[in-house]
């Protein structure tokens, strides 16, 4: 794939390419942020873990060259499909409340702000929470939390359908191994864990809700197969 004709590009690219990173990236080639010319590889994410299906660009390309010898995969889940097979509570808790999102970023936990917002600068930091309606609480020497409530559906702008569109079932602390989740609890307190989901009125989501809808996805996805291109 060198030729940049076949590159796909993101409208809200140069807004979005490393501003407010969830996790470090690998970048595949490099090239300009400003025209969108660059491929990104995978998650840097351990391979012990499974990294659950998030979202969400209109058009989105994957290629395996390789496929490892063991474990890895990329599954793919069309959010249209996964949301009808959600029980009708759940998504209409989720749908009334929406989601509140958590996160603790600093030098020993998580990533750094400075990676995350890609500055330096608290003002801007804190001036850019402030449009995207997030709040943010600075802990210590050089620690942020952040806050914001989110919706957690949202309408297919071509089809009309509504489709499920958060990151609970990514970041839920219920997702990481329960020895994992008790040693951090240990070092930062229940509200210092990296991440955090919680209801929009703040009521904790259910562990089993979690699993739940991480069972729906891995019902509902697809993979990639080696040397073949796959458009979503």
């Known amino acids: 794939m060198d030729d940049k004709s076949l590159r796909p590009r993101s409208i809200a690219h140069r807004q979005l390419l490393r501003l407010f990173n969830s996790v470090p990236l690998l970048k595949a080639s490099e090239g300009s942020a400003a025209d969108g010319d660059q491929l990104r590889g995978s998650s840097r994410i351990s391979t012990v ?8 660009p209109s058009k989105l390309y994957f290629y395996c060259d390789v496929p490892p010898g063991e474990g890895g995969a990329t599954p793919l889940a069309s959010e249209r499909r ?29 990533l750094p702000w400075q990676e995350v917002f890609q500055t330096t600068d608290r003002d801007r930091v804190d001036a850019y929470c402030r ?6 609480v600075w802990n210590g020497k050089d620690g942020l939390r952040t806050i914001a409530i989110r919706q957690a559906v949202a309408t297919h702008p071509v089809t009309g359908e509504t489709v499920w569109f958060n990151h609970a ?3 839920h602390p219920s997702t990481l191994p329960a020895e994992v989740v ?6 930062y307190g229940v509200d210092g864990l990296p991440r955090d989901f919680v209801y929009g009125d703040g009521e904790p ?5 979690i ?5 729906v996805y891995d019902e509902r996805r697809d993979r990639v197969s ?5 458009m979503c």
């Open 49 to 56: 873990y499974t990294w659950a299906t998030h979202n969400w």
């Open 82 to 110: 996964v949301f009808p097979r959600i029980p009708a509570e759940i998504r209409e808790r989720f749908t009334r409340h929406g989601l509140r999102y958590i996160r603790n970023d600093g030098p020993d936990v998580d």
């Open 131 to 136: 449009e995207s309606g997030t709040q943010t």
């Open 169 to 171: 079932h990514l970041f």
């Open 182 to 187: 008790e040693i951090m609890t240990a070092e």
């Open 205 to 209: 989501i259910e562990d089993e809700v």
């Open 211 to 215: 699993t739940l809808i991480k069972q």
């Open 226 to 230: 080696p040397g073949s291109v796959k």
